[in-house]
């Protein structure tokens, strides 16, 4: 999810159980309080995030063992995109429970087209569209597109439904809140939406294009101090690794999440940006032109030393977004070499 501001502000691209306490024991978990090793990673992610202009958060967790690290681990960063995630665990337990399923078709309507990333709103603006709960599912998590991320949310039961499921799972530091087209009307300063069924993609427009640059510098500071579809980096790590561990959907689901999230087409520099290009990573990045840029994913080992959670956010950057990029990319590289050299 992307913000810009300008006529349509291009506006945004999106936003526990390491085991029980005695199977970590028994798997000899250690966190970074307790292990050389991994607290001099801890080091050198703090040393690697210095460049980034803003304040990072890492949580990571190796899947195998369940040696777990986290930077910022309490603090609220903005999901952006990465929210989709959870959606995207809510939307999928309908689908376990037998209450809705993959192949349903949903008619989109002039009203479900909204800004920010994606291609529902650039290429399938005619009515009459319909397209299925995998089809929309896909859309947002490859391409992040907001429009079927929003009608995702809306099947899924709206936030609460996913805020209840993330509770039943045990996941705490994740709040989703707000459809994205709310969350962008936040960020750059739209004050004065219209009901959903009359809002229109030409009608948004119109209004973010009437936001005068002080209110947008305003609305950029109150949304810096919004706690609202915000994760803490424990949180969404906690959360990967319940999805990774079958715990949160079903095998065939939790098949079908990472496989789709293995295909992501977004955010090639980030986690992805310094490991080999034969290593698998299945993961869901989010941004926002306020100084985020967050990825979060599992990376899967060479040479059967397993798989990794990461979560890496970035938020109130005053650098441009390569060098945020850049950022996380290099944190992926020293998590990745860690485990791989050595933290076997």
């Given at each position: 999810?992307?913000?810009?501001?300008?006529?349509?502000?291009?506006?945004?691209?999106?936003?526990?159980?390491?085991?029980?306490?005695?199977?970590?024991?028994?798997?000899?978990?250690?966190?970074?309080?307790?292990?050389?090793?991994?607290?001099?990673?801890?080091?050198?992610?703090?040393?690697?995030?210095?460049?980034?202009?803003?304040?990072?958060?890492?949580?990571?967790?190796?899947?195998?063992?369940?040696?777990?690290?986290?930077?910022?681990?309490?603090?609220?960063?903005?999901?952006?995109?990465?929210?989709?995630?959870?959606?995207?665990?809510?939307?999928?337990?309908?689908?376990?429970?037998?209450?809705?399923?993959?192949?349903?078709?949903?008619?989109?309507?002039?009203?479900?087209?909204?800004?920010?990333?994606?291609?529902?709103?650039?290429?399938?603006?005619?009515?009459?569209?319909?397209?299925?709960?995998?089809?929309?599912?896909?859309?947002?998590?490859?391409?992040?597109?907001?429009?079927?991320?929003?009608?995702?949310?809306?099947?899924?039961?709206?936030?609460?439904?996913?805020?209840?499921?993330?509770?039943?799972?045990?996941?705490?530091?994740?709040?989703?809140?707000?459809?994205?087209?709310?969350?962008?009307?936040?960020?750059?300063?739209?004050?004065?939406?219209?009901?959903?069924?009359?809002?229109?993609l030409q009608r948004f427009n119109a209004l973010a294009s009437a936001v005068p640059e002080t209110a947008q510098k305003t609305a950029a500071q109150q949304f810096n101090r919004d706690r609202r579809d915000t994760s803490t980096p424990e949180g969404m790590t906690r959360?990967?690794?319940?999805?990774?561990?079958?715990?949160?959907?079903?095998?065939?689901?939790?098949?079908?999440?990472?496989?789709?999230?293995?295909?992501?087409?977004?955010?090639?520099?980030?986690?992805?940006?310094?490991?080999?290009?034969?290593?698998?990573?299945?993961?869901?990045?989010?941004?926002?032109?306020?100084?985020?840029?967050?990825?979060?994913?599992?990376?899967?080992?060479?040479?059967?030393?397993?798989?990794?959670?990461?979560?890496?956010?970035?938020?109130?950057?005053?650098?441009?977004?390569?060098?945020?990029?850049?950022?996380?990319?290099?944190?992926?590289?020293?998590?990745?070499?860690?485990?791989?050299?050595?933290?076997?």
């Amino acid at each position: 999810m992307r913000v810009s501001h300008g006529a349509v502000c291009a506006a945004v691209a999106y936003v526990a159980c390491v085991a029980c306490a005695a199977c970590a024991a028994s798997l000899g978990a250690q966190t970074g309080r307790d292990d050389p090793g991994l607290r001099r990673l801890e080091q050198e992610i703090v040393h690697l995030s210095i460049p980034s202009g803003g304040k990072v958060g890492v949580g990571i967790i190796h899947l195998e063992t369940g040696r777990e690290l986290f930077v910022n681990r309490d603090e609220a960063f903005p999901m952006a995109s990465t929210y989709k995630v959870p959606i995207a665990v809510q939307l999928l337990t309908l689908v376990d429970s037998g209450r809705l399923r993959l192949d349903s078709m949903v008619t989109l309507r002039p009203s479900d087209l909204h800004p920010g990333s994606g291609t529902i709103s650039n290429l399938l603006d005619d009515p009459g569209v319909a397209l299925s709960v995998r089809n929309l599912l896909e859309l947002m998590l490859l391409i992040s597109d907001n429009s079927a991320t929003d009608i995702n949310l809306r099947t899924a039961g709206a936030s609460g439904a996913v805020n209840a499921r993330l509770r039943t799972l045990g996941i705490s530091g994740i709040s989703v809140d707000r459809p994205t087209i709310r969350l962008i009307a936040d960020a750059i300063g739209v004050t004065n939406l219209p009901p959903e069924n009359e809002l229109t993609l030409q009608r948004f427009n119109a209004l973010a294009s009437a936001v005068p640059e002080t209110a947008q510098k305003t609305a950029a500071q109150q949304f810096n101090r919004d706690r609202r579809d915000t994760s803490t980096p424990e949180g969404m790590t906690r959360l990967l690794a319940k999805i990774w561990r079958g715990e949160a959907l079903s095998r065939a689901n939790t098949d079908l999440l990472l496989d789709i999230m293995r295909r992501c087409e977004t955010g090639q520099a980030r986690i992805k940006g310094l490991l080999p290009s034969d290593v698998v990573v299945m993961h869901k990045t989010g941004t926002l032109n306020l100084g985020v840029a967050n990825d979060v994913g599992i990376i899967t080992l060479p040479n059967n030393a397993g798989h990794v959670a990461l979560a890496v956010f970035v938020k109130e950057s005053t650098e441009n977004a390569d060098v945020q990029e850049r950022t996380i990319a290099q944190v992926a590289r020293a998590v990745y070499d860690y485990f791989l050299f050595a933290g076997r």
